[in-house]
């Protein structure tokens, strides 16, 4: 009898931590899409600006406004928490924004405007895991400047909005030659902000990008990256069991970061970084660190 309550212990507690691994999307999210400002936390924000803004290279860098960073505590869903410096502010961010890429092709999926063959499935793949230009280029061929446009102008999801500083856009192939569609404020090719960015990844969890089916499979893409720099350098080391859902991007001095942190329940977070500096790949992997302190100090303090 002692032996089989030993067992029946053991099954509980791995199916307990199996079911804490398995709880994307959320469904925490209504219909009504939110900014991210509605969840922005004085303490969180007080404490993420100490730790940030105590570096004094990491300090010029926010003044300056070429360095951008947001984080969403998600370890209560009830209760989501966010916190950014130069959030609103648009930035060139090379690869990152192909996340953009990936919505619309799976939005034109969905919608029967183009069909999903096992080829498309593979450059998605390849397109986020790798950042595989030919890939990327080959998407945004297939699906065209305008319906980008249109999906990340849709109310829906008001990931660019030029009368809000921007957003989220691509407007240019991965590569050199062919036609561009550049945003309209900066003219930048492909661009993005820290809040959208942080929105389309809390959408992302919620299941509320195209819909739950959609949003499923775009985890399942984002999940397990192939390039192991920046914040999946650091987070490898410190927390090798969490789930990470990632898209990165670097060209000349602009380098970016996104990735959505799924551990154990005191470990769940989003943490977008866009930093224009030469050193910024080895920032955004020295960024990791202090932001989960903060976090698990807003942890603490919640707790008491």
Known sequence: MKALQICFFLFLTISLNMTAQQELPMHNLGNKVQSMQSFVNVSLQKDLEREILSQPKWRKLIRDKKMAVGVVDLTDPSNVKYARLNGNHMMYAASLPKIAVLLTVMDAVEKGQIKETEAVRKDMRLMIAKSDNAASSRLIDLVGYKRIEKVM?????????????????????????????????????????????????????????????????????????????????????????????????????????????????????????????????????????????TLKRQQYLASK
């Open 153 to 293: 102008t849709d109310p829906k999801y008001d990931f660019y909005n030029k009368n809000k500083g921007g957003g989220l856009w691509v407007g240019k192939r991965y590569g050199k030659g062919g036609e561009t569609n550049r945003e309209p404020l900066k003219n930048l090719s492909h661009a993005a902000s820290v809040n959208e960015v942080c929105k389309y990844y809390y959408m992302l969890a919620n299941g509320k990008l195209v819909n739950e089916k959609r949003s499923k499979e775009m985890l399942d893409i984002f999940e397990n990256p192939e390039l192991h720099h920046k914040f999946v350098n650091t987070l490898e080391k410190i927390a090798p069991d969490a789930k990470l859902f990632r898209k990165s991007g670097s060209w000349k001095n602009y380098h970016s970061d996104s990735v959505l942190v799924w551990g154990d329940p005191s470990r769940r977070y989003i943490l977008v970084a866009l930093i224009d500096d030469p050193s910024g790949e080895q920032i955004i992997r020295n960024l990791v660190v202090p932001v989960e302190k």
